[in-house]
Nanobody, 125 residues
C-alpha cells in the first residue's frame, strides 16, 4: 500500500524558511513524478513544484520560482520542498503527491495517483 507522509510544516514569519519532507513507501517510484501542491482556505488546490524520480528534472509554478526548491533522496525515498523567502500568500496546506510520468511536467492534480494527508504552513506578516 502506497503511503506518502508529509512533515515539516509550521508557523513562520514572512521572509523565513521551512523545509517540508514527504516520506514515500509501498512501491517503486522509478517511473513516477513527485509533486507538491497547496490549498489555501477558500481556494482551489494549486500546483507548486514537481520532480521526476529518476532523472531529477524539476518544474515550478511561477509563483514560487526562485524561492522554492524541490529535491529527492532516492536512498531515503523522501522528497523535500525547501521554501525560502516565504510570504503570507504562501499560507496553505501543502500536499505531496506521486503520479506516473505520462507527459512531463506533471502539473495537474489529475495526473497524480497518490496523495499525502497534508501539512499546514502558516506565514505571518
Amino acid at each position: 500500500q502506497v503511503q506518502l507522509v508529509e512533515s515539516g510544516g509550521g508557523l513562520v514569519q514572512a521572509g523565513g524558511s521551512l523545509r517540508l519532507s514527504c516520506a514515500a513507501s509501498g512501491r517503486t517510484f522509478s517511473t513516477y513524478a513527485m509533486g507538491w501542491f497547496r490549498q489555501a482556505p477558500g481556494k482551489e488546490r494549486e500546483f507548486v513544484a514537481a520532480i521526476s524520480w529518476i532523472g531529477g528534472n524539476t518544474y515550478y509554478a511561477d509563483s514560487v520560482k526562485g524561492r522554492f526548491a524541490i529535491s529527492r533522496d532516492r536512498v531515503k525515498n523522501t522528497v523535500y520542498l525547501q521554501s525560502n523567502s516565504l510570504k503570507p500568500e504562501d499560507t496553505a496546506v501543502y500536499y505531496c503527491a506521486a503520479g506516473l510520468v505520462r507527459l512531463w511536467p506533471n502539473i495537474n492534480d489529475n495526473e497524480y495517483d497518490y496523495w499525502g494527508q497534508g501539512t499546514q504552513v502558516t506565514v505571518s506578516s
